[in-house]
């Protein structure tokens, strides 16, 4: 007697109650009745039922694994769905598991009509009588049970059973047939079809366009074909009664040895095999050992975070659009992603500060330090490296994104700090401002006008250290020494509307408005309202960082820059295919900032010379660091950020704490700046990311600016050191002025403000913003 291949024995404990004397005699008949029926194909009221309600396989709709890969559109980055199943048509399978599945479990399959006649008498009379439940007999039939479970019918009795399975045979070849079953039953390890068997247990796969080498053998089709046997262990027994895997213990693997050996004798007596094949073949010893997390699918890892904004996206797009995440995850379809592997290991790398790879700075901190890190590729938007937190079913302190019910999921939106100035500074080279223009700079600076004064609750502005230029410095020099005093007259000089007009052009989508009385950041849409009315939401105080971004939107603002001023929308998805059906493709488009090559270059000149953004590897670039403070505090900070960009690659790196909690050290120091804790992060993560892409950084030089209109006593810093072999007019190297290692920077510190309007640390986002008044 056959067990079923669902894994599901008909064989009951115990007989059925007997019914004694007429009604025992009636229901005799009316199984003989039925048989009788069945056999003669009459189309009597029953099988006429049977033939009308039953499914047929083209009818289901099987749930089939989507597979998310890296942007090779090769290496596999997560599976989604209910069941572990790739779905291959059968004429693209190899022979090895056709012949090995029908050695099995059919013998007659190829010259049957579908039914085990003699079985469902047999069925009949054992379940009339009382006796035993008999299992199923032909492959059609095993694949009707299937196929009826799928759609949640029960059709317990064979003759049931044995009706849909003649439907079948009627209906569809053989070919047909054994494709869907083969595509259909399990396998174990939550492997659905043989596909999924072949490469959870082997590594391989059963596609005959596969090379060779990567093709599943017919000596290890035998193996998962005698699984369909008993998938998975009895639950009751699991040590008694462990099934055919052979990795889960010795008695299941000697119950795949016999099986294995059954299997070959068959594929003798079937001429698949001659004797002297079959005496040569040996039983294979590479099935991959049970992964208690395979199940997992990939999403346990720190890309299962981008699989989340991948079904986010998705939804927002016209074949997606309304449609549940179950429709994506069992729809069998392949996602390409943007996300460069290259540059995702390089992100791991760097900013998961648990590893052994992570910056020595910030390896072996306290546990409640996080970081977190997005590279974004300029010109195109495309998400080059992702890194918001260990776990995709973790939290995200990269970015946030909308599920399946509309809730806003993600703790990626922190005070910038200083790394904020970026946008500063290029409203104000577009707005006809030089970097060399002076600003009056001493250490504490009264604005009325925003309601910074002695008298005020904050006080005035004030910088954290001395810069040499003080008190009068050029707004390059203010820039790199982060000084908050120029940046807060800068802000009020070209007005709130346009500094956040400026990051919104460049890729800032988002803010965060602290209110007060709600401990929760409040999130703003930038992109639905004006500059003037989004203004209405912040104070002078965006200029220095105060209100939080995303570390995704600030690294593709960064992209913005590299790419000389034209924004593209930073996205997660490159094509979406099912079969040899186009999906979806990505939809690249870009806008200009309205930077001019002057404004870009004075941009590129000024950040070049914040030290921490300084790599070793001959690439030019640019950056700027940030630090937010916790509270009121003046030494204790809980935000220090990491941003720049080549003409390559942009990054923006993110370090602070799960709790909200100031940034501590092992050590007990508080002494933890962007240039101290982030920097390192970035350094490491451009110099390996740029190296893995193999890229030539002489094609992408900054151009040196003009600087038109300068004043003849205005002082230039040092020039730079001659070019290196650069066929590239407009390359520049990196200043002769700047060490070759960074140093702490006290002074990028901005002024702390009122305790009323200190943003909680890394709060969830909230979808819809609220409206209250502006902070003051």
């Not at 390890?189 to 999924?196: L, Q, S």
């Not at 997606?320 to 069992?330: H, L």
């Not at 330090?369 to 973790?394: C, I, K």
């Not at 505090?633 to 909200?660: E, F, K, P």
Request: net charge neutral; charged share 25%.
């Amino acid at each position: 007697m056959r067990v079923q291949p669902t894994g599901d024995n008909d064989n009951a404990n115990g007989a059925a109650a007997r019914t004694p004397g007429r009604p025992r005699r009636r229901r005799r008949l009316l199984v003989v009745l039925a048989v009788v029926a069945l056999l003669a194909g009459s189309g009597l009221l029953a099988g006429g039922y049977y033939f009308d309600s039953v499914p047929t396989p083209t009818d289901l709709k099987l749930p089939e694994s989507t597979t998310v890969y890296y942007a090779d559109g090769k290496t596999p980055m997560a599976k989604l769905g209910a069941e572990n199943r790739t779905i291959v048509p059968y004429g693209q399978m190899n022979d090895s598991a056709k012949q090995a599945i029908v050695a099995a479990e059919d013998r007659t399959f190829w010259t049957n009509k579908g039914v085990d006649f003699s079985g469902v008498l047999r069925a009949a009379w054992s379940n009339l009588t009382g006796g035993q439940r008999q299992g199923a007999s032909t492959i059609t039939q095993q694949y009707a049970r299937v196929a009826a479970d799928l759609r949640g019918v029960t059709y317990s009795r064979k003759l049931r059973e044995a009706v849909i399975a003649w439907k079948l045979d009627d209906k569809y070849s053989k070919q047909d047939i054994l494709g869907f079953y083969l595509n259909t039953v399990p396998f174990g390890r939550g492997a659905y079809g043989i596909e999924a068997a072949a490469q959870t247990f082997f590594g391989k796969t059963v596609r005959r366009d596969a090379p060779p080498a990567q093709q599943l053998t017919q000596a290890e089709a035998m193996v998962l074909c005698a699984m369909v046997k008993q998938p998975e262990a009895d639950p009751n027994d699991p040590e008694g009664s462990p099934g055919y895997d052979p990795a889960r213990n010795a008695l299941a693997k000697q119950n795949s040895i016999d099986r294995w050996n059954y299997i070959r004798d068959g594929m003798v007596k079937l001429g698949y095999l001659t004797p002297e094949q079959a005496a040569n073949l040996a039983y294979p010893d590479s099935v991959k050992p049970v992964d208690k997390n395979a199940g997992q699918s990939g999403l346990d890892r720190p890309t299962g975070l981008v699989a989340n904004h991948v079904l986010a996206e998705l939804r927002g797009t016209k074949p997606f659009e309304g449609k549940t995440d179950e429709v994506i995850r069992d729809g069998g379809y392949r996602i390409v992603t943007t996300i460069d592997k290259r540059v995702q290991d390089a992100a791991e790398a760097a900013a998961d500060i648990r590893r052994d790879t992570a910056p020595e700075a910030v390896r072996g901190q306290p546990k409640n330090w996080q970081a977190a890190l997005v590279a974004v590729e300029p010109g195109t938007g495309r998400v080059l490296g992702y890194y918001g937190g260990n776990s995709g079913s973790g939290a995200d302190y990269a970015g946030w994104y909308y599920d399946e019910k509309g809730q806003a999921r993600g703790f990626g939106q922190h005070p910038p700090g200083s790394s904020f100035k970026v946008y500063d500074l290029a409203a104000a080279v577009e707005n006809g401002i030089s970097v060399k223009q002076r600003f009056d700079s001493p250490d504490t600076k009264e604005f009325p006008d925003s309601g910074r004064t002695k008298g005020s609750a904050a006080g005035p502005i004030r910088n954290a250290e001395h810069a040499a230029c003080q008190p009068n410095c050029a707004l390059w020099e203010a820039t790199v020494a982060s000084l908050n005093v120029t940046y807060f007259e800068l802000t009020e000089k070209l007005g709130v509307p346009k500094v956040i007009e400026m990051a919104k052009r460049a890729g800032v989508n988002s803010m965060w408005e602290t209110v007060r009385g709600n401990p929760r950041p409040q999130r703003v849409d930038l992109r639905e309202q004006s500059p003037e009315e989004a203004a209405k939401h912040f104070s002078t105080e965006v200029g220095i960082g105060q209100y939080g971004i995303s570390v995704q939107d600030h690294a593709n603002g960064m992209a913005t820059f590299a790419a000389g001023g034209k924004r593209a929308e930073s996205h997660f998805v490159r094509s979406v295919t099912k079969g040899d059906e186009k999906v979806w493709d990505e939809q690249l488009k870009t806008t200009d900032l309205g930077l001019d090559q002057e404004a870009i270059n004075q941009l590129d000149w000024t950040l070049r010379r914040v030290r921490a953004a300084k790599l070793d590897n001959g690439w030019d670039t640019a950056g700027k660091t940030g630090t937010w403070q916790a509270g009121q505090s003046t030494t204790q900070n809980v935000h220090t950020w990491m941003v720049g960009w080549t003409g390559a690659l942009a990054a923006a790196v993110w370090l602070g704490t799960t709790d909200g909690k100031p940034l501590k050290t092992t050590s007990g120091s508080y002494e933890v700046y962007g240039s101290t804790g982030p920097g390192p992060i970035w350094r490491q993560f451009m110099e390996r990311a740029t190296a893995a892409m193999k890229l030539d950084p002489d094609k992408y030089r900054f151009a040196d600016p003009a600087f038109p209109g300068d004043a003849a006593t205005e002082t230039a810093p040092p020039p730079s050191a001659p070019a290196s072999s650069s066929p590239t007019p407009s390359a520049r190297p990196t200043p002769s002025t700047e060490p070759s290692s960074p140093s702490p920077s006290p002074t990028e510190r901005p002024t702390p403000p009122p305790a009323t309007l200190s943003p909680p640390a890394t709060p969830p986002p909230t979808p819809t913003p609220t409206r209250t008044r502006k902070p003051g």
